[in-house]
């Protein structure tokens, strides 16, 4: 007993004590929310039965049609593009600033700290404001390019089905680089200036010293950034519901707002439930991928 | 190159990338004041021409916002202690062993929030009915934030305790710390940056939840910022500069407070805490 | 600490439901009713006004997003949660009633001597009405119907007084009024890819002999033609196919478009801000002498059937009815009533504009009602963005479009 508790208080039992309880917390309230989707997938929901769990299964019906519905293709492949699309541009946009400030002239920090407004901006705004951003006529994007002579005439961002999803990557790599900027600003200003001031003397020159120190430096931080990235951008919503609500013809739904439209629009929640469990599928070959990356890690 | 001149010309620089990138904000700031059909004008006007300043009076009286900016802070405050003290250990723990465990971990931690919070509400509101924690809603919109932003806080902590040096804690324990010692004397101050920005992050995003919060609390007395700022929105109607008051009345705070702290927190950083 | 605090609250429950036996006056009776009206809008200030009448019926309210209205209210009702009143749009009330989720009304109704259905128009009393049975009481009504600016119509040479009448003439129209130098488009209205795009593509397609049971008619394919040629010569902004109909009359507001299709909704956002003469005119027919027709708009109030105070509720529901009068003139909505005669606001171009929107009512036809009507729905607006987007022809588009409602109807 006493070996038990000195273990709680000092030994492996207080690590596993320190995981489990955050797992278990985690397991009711997220767990099981995804497994009654999952469960869902394979039953005939009736919007009015979504109070229980006794309903007609159907087996792999709800695949079977969704597979066979001729949007499925395209709006699967819209997701891929959206959220590669979107990490890169979010990591390289955000990486580059968050260098660019490390420089530390006068000033830098102020302005380091504006940059976090997209993430505190509420989502109805952000759509809002990006809709008449990217609009065609009176849109402020289509006026600078015009004004710049890039364009000559106007770009229909949102309903040209050649720009549309476009229009929505454009606005999610702005909402999404504040925050790989100020986590990666974190990451940077962690690694000792000395290891700086060492190959400095050894005559490494910048790039060197960018390849040997700083990324092997960041592994961790920027393994935990892409991860949560591609999470977020799975999860973004707000940016389609105002910029496009998928249109036109579905040339930029993704998965996540097929899903809220199939369940919340025309109420047919086991679609929904069985794009969802798709969605788990991809993020679950993305964990595996992060989670196989933490193993080459430095432990600073 | 003299300093001063390099110094002047990077401000030049960030300047330009700081205007470009506040673009939005300025937008939300302009559209406040126009008038509902102005904002739609081609081509777009960069000043309003005719400035409607009372709209901040009216949108902070006919909505009570200071009601709903005080549910949106105890909610937010709620969510991150709940999320501090249940994802630091966790935290610290997965960053501390390298094993098949703590990839199962991790790998659990990341699986768990993947669906989008519109797709988790139905099965949570039903659950948290059954078992009577809709009365009480602002407390069940906090255990619902903390399920969904713990993953986040734990892989971005864990991050930082793992630029922690293991040789300091080692070291501590030898010295006759205890577990619980060395770790609240020695990682967790060392960790602190890593830790209060994750920290921050979350308040924010927990300040401006809005799909749990719409769902789980009904009376309005109870309701954060958020779904108030939804009340503009009609089926027909959207009062888009009132919209935009209302969020500039509620962002700006939030971002002046954020400018001040991480330039403490990221700027503090190197001062000397590491060696 | 849970098992206390359960305790407790049952405790309280008990005791709570032992007073009014108790205590010789009977407390008060709560009904609780979720809308999406606002504070300028009519149910909390009807509610307000109710509570005040000290009838031992008290009133609570709750204010509902429009996106969220059918959601909230199934899973509340799911869980045992359901208001006793609720407020949902017509198209989607025979989705409640043809599940026996609302309380079948016909019997109070026929009792009562204030609701009385031959009062109010056919189309908002259709969407109620489930297997002859009445299942709810219309809130209020809109419609659709055109605007056009004066000012432009006289700069370009066209008769202000002479709005276009038949769809050929709308084009025309819209041809001479576009221009790009200027910025204005002939036309404004919405395409988007949601229920407002079906709301505004329906009367077209009704004008023309068809309808969602028939949405591949001859008729149908012609109009689906007509808002092909308008986008594809730019004579609308192309963003109406993801703009909604109150953002697209914003630019009609702002002079960006001489003429747009919208509603009633948009007369005091309008008269507010429009700098320049306008009017409204009926939705244009295909030609001279065809059928009207028009969408129609806005709420119905139903109970619950889970209701423990069916016959308070009604009693709620009778009071708001009781008060119709003052719908247009206190919230700027009209009551679903033909007997009702709108008072004069005093403001000529607001009051020309509610005639044409009156006479335009008589036409409303209902969406449905059918109880899977948003998948109806979602098969018209896919058939007219296809169309639009020039990925499919407009006649396929809409083969298409009733095989899937054909799959819906059975």
Redesign the interface.
């Known amino acids: 007993m006493k070996k038990i508790l000195s273990s709680v208080?000092?030994?492996k039992g207080?690590?596993?004590g320190?995981?489990l309880?955050?797992?278990a917390?985690?397991?009711v309230?997220?767990?099981?929310?995804?497994v009654?989707?999952v469960v869902m997938s394979f039953q005939e929901v009736d919007?009015?039965?979504?109070?229980?769990f006794a309903r007609p299964f159907v087996g792999f019906k709800n695949y079977v049609d969704l597979f066979s519905q001729p949007e499925t293709g395209p709006i699967l492949f819209n997701t891929a593009l959206f959220v590669s699309a979107s990490i890169v541009g979010q990591f390289v946009i955000g990486f580059g600033?968050a260098l660019?400030?490390w420089?530390n002239?006068?000033?830098?920090?102020?302005?380091?700290?504006?940059?976090?407004?997209?993430?505190?901006?509420?989502?109805?705004?952000?759509g809002?404001?990006?809709n008449?951003?990217l609009?065609?006529?009176?849109?402020?994007l289509n006026?600078f390019l015009r004004e710049m002579a890039i364009i000559n005439a106007n770009i229909?961002w949102?309903?040209?089905?050649n720009y549309?999803l476009w229009a929505v990557i454009i606005a999610n790599i702005?909402l999404g680089?504040s925050?790989n900027m100020?986590?990666l600003?974190?990451?940077l200003?962690?690694i000792?200036?000395d290891l700086y001031e060492a190959a400095e003397l050894d005559g490494a020159t910048m790039l060197q010293r960018f390849f040997t120190i700083t990324l092997p430096m960041m592994r961790?931080?920027i393994?935990?950034i892409v991860?949560?990235g591609l999470?977020f951008t799975?999860?973004q919503?707000d940016l389609f519901a105002g910029?496009?609500?998928?249109?036109?013809?579905?040339?930029s739904n993704v998965t996540?707002y097929w899903?809220?439209d199939l369940?919340?629009?025309?109420?047919?929640?086991a679609k929904?439930?069985t794009i969802?469990v798709i969605?788990?599928v991809f993020?679950?070959l993305a964990?595996?991928v992060?989670?196989r990356s933490?193993?080459h890690?430095v432990?600073? | 190159m003299n300093e001063q001149i390099r110094n002047r010309l990077l401000l030049g620089v960030a300047l330009v990338l700081a205007a470009i990138y506040l673009f939005p904000l300025y937008w939300m700031y302009v559209t406040a004041l126009k008038t509902g059909s102005a904002m739609f004008a081609t081509p777009p006007k960069f000043l309003p021409s005719d400035p409607q300043w009372s709209i901040y009076a009216h949108v902070w009286e006919s909505r009570n916002m200071g009601r709903y900016l005080w549910n949106s802070l105890v909610i937010a405050v709620g969510a991150v202690s709940l999320i501090a003290v249940l994802g630091v250990g966790c935290a610290y723990v997965l960053a501390r062993y390298r094993n098949v465990w703590v990839d199962v971990g991790l790998f659990l931690i990341l699986m768990l929030q993947v669906l989008p919070a519109s797709l988790m509400i139905t099965p949570i509101f039903v659950g948290f009915s059954q078992i009577g924690l809709l009365e009480t809603p602002r407390f069940a919109v906090v255990l619902a934030i903390a399920a969904k932003s713990m993953p986040f806080f734990v892989v971005l902590v864990r991050a930082a305790f793992m630029s922690v040096p293991m040789e300091l804690e080692e070291a501590a324990l030898v010295d006759g710390n205890s577990r619980i010692g060395a770790f609240f004397n020695i990682v967790l101050p060392l960790a602190r940056n890593g830790i209060l920005v994750s920290a921050i992050l979350i308040f924010m995003q927990a300040f401006g939840e809005f799909v749990y919060s719409k769902s789980m609390i009904q009376a309005v007395e109870l309701q954060p910022a958020s779904v108030g700022l939804n009340t503009f929105m009609g089926p027909n109607t959207n009062e888009w500069n009132n919209i935009m008051a209302y969020a500039t009345i509620y962002v700006t705070p939030v971002l002046a407070a954020f400018v001040l702290l991480q330039r403490r927190i990221v700027a503090g950083l190197t001062s000397g805490a590491l060696k | 600490m849970g098992i206390r605090r359960r305790a407790m609250l049952g405790v309280i429950a008990l005791a709570s439901i032992s007073l009014p036996a108790l205590s010789v006056h009977a407390e008060d009776v709560t009904i609780t009713v979720w809308s999406l009206d606002r504070d300028i809008q009519p149910a909390p200030n009807l509610i307000n006004d109710f509570n005040k009448l000290d009838t031992g019926i008290k009133v609570e309210y709750r204010q509902i997003q429009f996106d969220d209205v059918v959601s909230e209210a199934m899973r509340a009702y799911s869980t045992g949660q359901a208001p006793d009143i609720i407020a949902v749009d017509n198209p989607e009330h025979a989705l409640f009633s043809s599940r026996g989720a609302f309380l079948d009304l016909t019997d109070m109704i026929a009792a009562s001597s204030v609701v009385k259905p031959e009062n109010y128009f056919p189309g908002p009393l259709a969407s109620v009405t489930w297997e002859g049975k009445l299942y709810g009481i219309p809130k209020a009504t809109n419609t659709i119907a055109l605007y056009y600016n004066k000012d432009m119509f006289k700069a370009k040479g066209l008769d202000p007084e002479k709005p276009p009448q038949t769809w050929a003439e709308l084009v025309d129209a819209a041809r001479k009024l576009t221009d790009p130098a200027a910025n204005v488009y002939g036309l404004a209205f919405s395409a988007k890819a949601n229920e407002e795009g079906t709301f505004q593509f329906l009367p077209w397609a009704q004008m023309a002999g068809g309808g969602y049971d028939n949405i591949n008619a001859e008729g149908v394919v012609k109009a689906l033609d007509i808002w092909k040629t308008i986008i594809d010569e730019k004579l609308a902004s192309p963003d109406s196919l993801t703009r909604g109909q109150w953002d697209s009359t914003g630019t009609f507001n702002s002079g960006n478009a001489a003429m747009a299709i919208s509603g009633p909704w948009e007369l005091d956002r309008m008269m507010q801000e429009a700098k320049f003469d306008w009017g409204v005119a009926l939705l244009p027919v295909p030609e001279i002498g065809a059928e009207r027709s028009s969408a129609m708009g806005d709420f119905n109030w139903a109970v619950f059937s889970s209701t423990r105070h069916p016959e308070e509720a009604f009693k709620v529901l009778e009071y708001f009815v009781s008060q119709d009068k003052r719908m247009f003139k206190d919230f700027g909505q009209l009551p679903a009533r033909s007997d009702i005669a709108i008072p004069s606001t005093g403001e000529p171009l607001k009051d020309a504009a509610l005639k044409v929107f009156l006479e335009q009512l008589k036409y409303a036809k209902p969406r449905g009602p059918h109880p899977q009507w948003p998948k109806i729905s979602k098969a018209i607006q896919d058939a007219i963005q296809a169309a639009l987007t020039g990925q499919m022809s407009s006649k396929d588009a809409l083969e298409q479009a009733a095989e899937k409602i054909k799959g819906v109807l059975g």
């Open positions: 208080t000092d030994g207080f690590d596993i320190l995981v309880l955050p797992l917390f985690l397991f309230l997220s767990g099981l929310p995804l009654y989707n919007m009015f039965s979504l109070g229980s600033l660019f400030f420089t002239f006068p000033g830098a920090s102020w302005l380091r700290g504006l940059f976090l407004v997209s993430w505190v901006m509420p989502g109805l705004v952000v809002a404001i990006w008449w951003i609009s065609g006529d009176f849109g402020v006026f229909f949102r309903s040209d089905p549309s702005w680089t925050f100020i986590l600003s974190v990451g200003s962690g000792p200036k961790s931080t393994g935990a991860a949560l999470i799975l999860q919503f910029i496009t609500s998928g249109g036109p013809n579905n040339s996540q899903a809220w369940s919340f629009r025309q109420y047919d929640f929904g439930a969802s969605m788990i993020v679950m964990s595996v992060y989670v933490t193993r890690e432990r600073g």
